[in-house]
């Protein structure tokens, strides 16, 4: 199936613990992404790469990193997890970044990440 | 600073027609994308719009007014499966995306 994947789609964790959320597209698309939704569903950008390099990167805690080791794959790793990171975290890819078309998002299933 | 605005909350009943508004301020216009979410799914792409008038597809129309920074989805014969979260996201200046919190669209029997 041609699809925007990632794992694990439920992590439940203690505060202060590091955890990875990993993604995959298999689309052949150049730009992925990064988004967090809260629980009042806004959905926030946190991170864009595009051919590997990254081209967006919005005001997030340092603790957040994410890593694009090719154009297919691009994971984030989260350190020292605090409460407020409980959210939805979707990843995502389109053709490229110049308007259009382009711009059209395939999203992963999503990753619900719970910090206790 | 940039904002989009949409209803929170819409109902209607199955097999009527309902219009869903949303209004944009942003630095810049490079489109204006429709996403569907359904309840603890990802959203999916449904239209998008870059000259003013109306885009048509199956039961799903969205328009847009650049001079009025304002589009609206309209979806025809409601069917349950249509209960979902609709997302309007504009794209400004620099490609990048502004998302609106999204209208729950509720469609009673």
């Known amino acids: 199936d041609t699809a925007v994947s990632q794992t694990p789609k439920y992590l439940v964790t203690q505060m202060g613990n590091d955890k990875s959320i990993k993604c995959e597209q298999n689309l052949g698309h150049d730009t992925m992404y990064w988004y967090k939704q809260d629980s009042k569903k806004f959905l926030k950008i946190m991170f864009s790469y595009n051919n590997k390099e990254l081209i967006i990167n919005e005001t997030v805690p340092n603790r957040f990193s994410p890593k694009s080791p090719d154009k297919a794959h691009l994971n984030l790793h989260i350190n020292s997890l605090e409460l407020g990171d409980s959210a939805v975290y979707f990843c995502?890819?389109?053709?490229?970044?110049?308007?259009?078309?382009?711009?059209?998002?395939?999203f992963g299933a999503g990753s619900r990440l719970t910090v206790l | 600073g940039q904002n989009i605005d949409q209803p929170t909350e819409m109902t209607a009943t199955e097999g009527a027609i309902v219009q869903i508004n949303c209004t944009y301020q942003t630095s810049g216009f490079n489109g204006l994308f429709w996403y569907q979410q359904h309840a603890g799914e990802a959203p999916t792409f449904l239209s998008y719009n870059v000259l003013d008038g109306l885009e048509e597809k199956g039961r799903f129309s969205s328009f847009l007014s650049r001079s009025k920074g304002y589009s609206y989805l309209l979806l025809k014969e409601l069917q349950m499966k249509d209960s979902a979260s609709y997302l309007c996201a504009v794209m400004d200046s620099n490609y990048q995306l502004i998302w609106g919190a999204g209208t729950k669209l509720i469609i009673k029997p």
């Open positions: 995502a890819s389109s053709q490229g970044t110049s308007g259009g078309g382009a711009n059209v998002l395939t």
